[in-house]
């Protein structure tokens, strides 16, 4: 009996320690590639050789719907320069929004299939860290 008590102490112990894991590696990597992206060190030279628009006024729109940001890149998607956007949504969800740096409009974000696939895993993983007893933020 004592055997057994054990090895259910052990299973447990690898799902604790290894949810929160597996949950820093979905939110890091389940988004686009981030192939493209330039540094913030180098972001202002490109900026302004290519008459682009500065990330504040795309992050205060973003604010301005409610939404919460997370992190702002600037990448080169088929030849032209966009913001990618992670934010925190009103029903809080993370989203990635992506916004044309020339002109500011928002031209597209994850598909919504790959949206809900995301959104599975990420719940999974919260519903499997408050069974057994992890506070997760």
Request: positive net charge; hydrophobic residues 35%.
């Amino acid at each position: 009996m004592r055997e057994s008590a054990t090895l259910e102490k052990s299973k447990y112990f690898w799902v604790r320690a290894l949810t929160p894991v597996i949950f820093a590696v979905v939110l890091l990597y389940g988004g686009e590639a981030m192939a493209g992206c330039v540094k913030w060190s180098n972001s202002p030279t490109i900026i302004k050789k290519n008459g682009l628009m500065k990330p504040g006024p795309v992050r205060a729109r973003a604010i301005r719907r409610g939404e919460d940001v997370i992190s702002i890149d600037l990448c080169r998607r088929g030849g032209r320069y966009i913001y990618r956007l992670t934010v925190l949504g009103k029903k809080k969800r993370v989203r990635d929004i992506v916004v044309d740096a020339r002109s500011g409009k928002r031209i597209g974000g994850r598909s919504g299939k790959r949206q809900k696939l995301e959104d599975r895993i990420i719940n999974r993983v919260k519903r499997n860290l408050r069974r057994h007893g992890i506070n997760y933020y």
